[in-house]
């Protein structure tokens, strides 16, 4: 059973830090890997699309990478902003039919 | 280009209602996914449906059933609401394995 885990689960930074939220997951075996933010008590904004046979994915100040074989992804933010304060989620998706596995995500902080 | 909207944004029932969520999918897109966010949890899987058959379906009871319309929007219903399914419904729309757009919620809340 695919299982995806984040670490930390929370995470403060003064304002112009660069950051790293990771994410792993225990099958190899995954279709693709998508992270989201999540505002407060909002929908899921879709950050970046890694599909299995990529490394990695760029978007602005974000970089998503991606090792299958050690099932680990991260997701580099540089120099924070305030704004970037926002609850960070990695999924899974296992197969080409299948849903999304999510981790409970990394909430974010980053201070003035 | 809309993107996805569910509908109402926020709910209050009470324990055994029934309920019924709306979502529509983003343009072009055919595949519906609904899922439930528990406060400090990631989203879990309810189900999915493409091109209106549901084709996956997570833990959930049968008192959770929805449909897909030929215009791909979607529907969740849950009959007999307990107060555990007090939570965030998400729903997301997608071509098939592709990138998922989210709406924005509907707040449930069974008192």
């Known amino acids: 059973k695919q299982e995806v885990t984040q670490i930390p689960a929370a995470l403060s930074v003064p304002e112009g830090e660069n950051l790293v939220l990771n994410c792993s997951f225990t099958?190899?075996?995954?279709?693709?890997l998508q992270w989201f933010r999540q505002d407060p008590g909002k929908g899921l904004t879709s950050l970046l699309l890694?599909?299995?046979?990529?490394r990695e994915q760029t978007s602005g100040r974000l970089n998503a990478s991606l090792d299958k074989s050690s099932g680990r992804s991260t997701l580099y933010i540089a120099a924070s902003q305030p704004g970037d304060s926002a609850t960070y989620l990695c999924?899974?998706?296992?197969?080409?039919?299948?849903?999304?596995?999510f981790g409970k995500g990394t909430k974010l902080s980053v201070k003035p | 280009e809309t993107g996805v909207t569910q509908s109402p944004t926020h709910l209050i029932k009470t324990r055994g209602q029934q309920v019924t969520l709306r979502c529509s999918s983003q343009?072009?897109?055919?595949?519906v996914s609904w899922y439930q966010q528990a406060l400090g949890q990631g989203p879990q899987f309810i189900f999915q449906?493409?091109?209106?058959?549901?084709?996956g379906r997570g833990n959930f009871p049968p008192r959770f059933s929805g449909l897909q319309f030929p215009n791909y929007s979607s529907e969740l219903n849950v009959n007999a609401l307990e107060l555990d399914d007090s939570a965030l419904y998400l729903c997301?729309?997608?071509?098939?394995?592709?990138?998922?757009?989210f709406g924005q919620g509907t707040r449930l809340t069974v008192v």
């Open positions: 997301a729309s997608s071509l098939p394995a592709r990138e998922a757009f």
């Open positions: 099958d190899s075996a995954i279709y693709n």
């Open positions: 890694i599909q299995s046979s990529q």
């Open positions: 999924a899974v998706r296992p197969g080409s039919q299948g849903n999304l596995i």
């Open positions: 343009s072009g897109h055919n595949t």
């Open positions: 449906y493409y091109r209106e058959e549901e084709n």
